[in-house]
């Protein structure tokens, strides 16, 4: 079962925008304001590629195939994890999908364990 929930996806056009939002599961354990975030992408025929980072202390990192145009945020108030994403080119048409580190609060371990089910964004030229 899906430790983490993603939304806002759907098709947009090239050149676009679009946020994506990623809140915990009724039944999980996950904080996300304190827990170290990810998102990733898979590509149709492709292996999925991490995408952008946030720790627990709201520092960033992104993958250069995004880095400019994408933006990763958390909201403490509402727990919610969000990837605002500007300009978007036809490679960037995949399944979004946020992650959870899995060792808690306040730590990076680089094992992210809870995933959720992935939302479709399709760029259309």
């Known amino acids: 079962q899906a430790q983490l929930v993603e939304s806002g996806g759907g098709p947009v056009q090239v050149g676009g925008s679009l946020k994506l939002s990623c809140s915990a599961a009724e039944s999980s354990s996950v904080v996300i304001s304190t827990y170290c975030m990810r998102w990733f992408r898979q590509r149709p025929g492709r292996e999925r590629d991490w995408v952008a980072s946030?720790?627990?202390?709201?520092?960033?990192t992104y993958a250069n195939a995004v880095k400019g145009r994408f933006t990763i945020s958390k909201n403490s108030l509402k727990d919610t994890l969000y990837l605002q994403m500007n300009s978007l080119k036809p490679e960037d048409g995949a399944v979004y999908y946020c992650?959870?580190?899995?060792?808690?609060?306040?730590?990076?371990?680089?094992?992210?364990?809870?995933w959720g089910q992935g939302i479709q964004v399709s760029v259309i030229s």
């Open positions: 992650a959870a580190d899995a060792h808690g609060s306040n730590w990076c371990s680089g094992d992210y364990g809870y």
């Open positions: 946030i720790d627990y202390e709201g520092r960033t």
